[in-house]
């Protein structure tokens, strides 16, 4: 978990004093920092890179933000999209098709056409999504994904690559679905697996490009398909909790590329992570509105629920908090911090140590860059909130907040019951 420095008693945050960026834009506020974004991704595709030719697809379900998106653009970055919606927001940020594959579960013929018709390369799901693709469109390139039977998630609501999982083609069908997509004229460019998100350890990374790697070689031994690239996936695990150690990314280029290297005759490797990339540049930032004792807990409410951020509620996500303008200050007792929404469940965080709390104080919410704004909804009638981008010490709007307005613009009484 990245630390950040102490200005006599505030927070700084893209070097700016977080409390200033809150009075300035008002909370909750997602705030994202450019330099962290540029430095993560930059440090991930060269650690890979430097092996061998890689191909870095940032997971945009972890942020779909334009603007993130445009950074991520400049740096060369590619793209995994589950929808059509994300493979329409990544070119409206300046993507070409030919850095986006689409990674579709549950495709319907609607969505799988729309996609084909940009252009855009397609990870195939499922036998009946192949044999429509083939109708569709037989020359838009594609990869098969397939279940490893290897999974692992900081959630058992995030594992992917289980066997008997929804996601991919089981592994021992796999060899029949690659010789159908040849036998349909498909043109097969890869091999991709994605066994969860967040997991602990690089191990079960590791194990399923191994698996990759045995069906890289049948389908070449057998069908004599050459692939041009092995995906395997995003998942990386980052620290969320101070003092919490990294995961051994040098550990896992080395090896993986190493085996690919060595084991295969695929010239490129493709991985696609979205936490990794996105999740500690940002900070949610959110305003003590009430203090209450209820006799058995501290409570800090702040005007951020689970609405804003659903992590700590929906998979019980650890999130450190800080009171960024008591940054300085020990903690005096513990707190649990709590939000708007009219559910019990509604938390950010649960017993933490924190300096006495008061009304006005700013509560910054750290590693709030993935899967934070991207899953945040308008529950209770709350309009979603703003966001800003930081850069060396400059703050930029760059998404407002909705408004009512926007909550009500899809919806109509029918005249009768106005009557
Ligand atoms: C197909 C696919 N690739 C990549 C990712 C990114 O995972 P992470 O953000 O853990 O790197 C996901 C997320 O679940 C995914 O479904």
């Known amino acids: 978990m990245r630390d950040f420095k102490n200005d006599d008693g505030h927070m700084i945050f893209g070097g700016m004093r977080a409390a200033d960026i809150a009075d300035k834009f008002g909370t909750p506020v997602y705030v994202t920092d450019e330099n962290i974004l540029r430095e993560n991704y930059r440090r991930i595709y060269g650690v890979f890179s430097k092996h061998m030719p890689t191909r870095v697809h940032y997971a945009c379900k972890a ?23 994300e493979v329409l927001t990544c070119m409206k940020a300046g993507f070409p098709a030919s ?49 490893p039977g290897i999974g692992s998630g900081h ?17 021992d069908l796999a060899m029949g679905t690659f010789r159908r997509a040849m036998e349909l004229g498909l043109k097969v460019k890869g091999i991709h697996a994605h066994i ?39 998942g990386i695990g980052v620290p969320y909790r101070p003092n919490e150690p990294e995961e051994d990314l040098e550990e896992l280029a080395a090896t993986v590329t190493d085996m690919i290297l060595n084991d295969t005759s695929v010239g490129i490797l493709a991985l696609e992570p979205g936490r990794y990339v996105v999740c500690d540049s940002t900070v949610l930032l959110t305003r003590c509105v009430d203090v209450k004792k ?23 996500s650890y999130h450190h908090v800080a009171i960024a303008n ?13 939000g708007p929404i009219c559910e019990s469940g509604d938390f950010l965080a649960k017993d933490r140590a924190l300096p006495a709390p008061e009304d006005g104080d700013i509560v910054a919410v ?28 400059k703050a930029e709007l760059i998404r407002g907040s909705e408004t009512m307005d926007d909550l009500w613009r899809h919806q109509t009484i029918p005249e009768r019951l106005l009557k």
């Open 366 to 393: 750290y590693n709030c860059g993935a899967y934070s704004f991207a899953m945040s909804s308008t529950y209770n009638s709350r309009p979603r909130c703003r966001e800003v981008l930081v850069k060396d010490g």
């Open 326 to 338: 008591k940054f300085n200050k020990a903690g005096t007792g513990k707190y649990d911090v709590v």
């Open 99 to 147: 850095r986006i594959l689409y990674t579709g579960t549950c495709v319907s013929t609607p969505e799988l056409k729309a996609v084909a018709d940009l252009g855009v390369m397609i990870n195939i799901d499922s036998v009946s999504e192949l044999e429509r693709l083939a109708k569709i469109n037989p020359n838009i390139p594609i990869s098969i994904r397939v279940t």
């Open 294 to 316: 209820s006799g058995v807990k501290n409570y800090v409410c702040v005007d951020a629920g689970f609405n804003t951020l659903i992590r700590p509620a929906f998979y019980d």
């Open 155 to 171: 959630s058992d609501k995030v594992v992917t690559g289980a066997k008997g999982s929804k996601f991919g083609i089981p592994i």
């Open 63 to 85: 942020n779909s933000s334009l603007a993130v998106l445009k950074i991520l653009e400049q740096e060369g970055s590619h793209i995994d999209a589950v929808s059509i919606g």
């Open 196 to 234: 969860g998100s967040g997991g602990k350890g690089i191990g079960p990374l590791i194990d399923a490009v191994a698996v990759l790697i045995d069906l890289t070689n049948q389908i070449r031994d057998e069908l004599e398909i050459e692939l041009e690239f092995i995906n395997m996936g995003g």
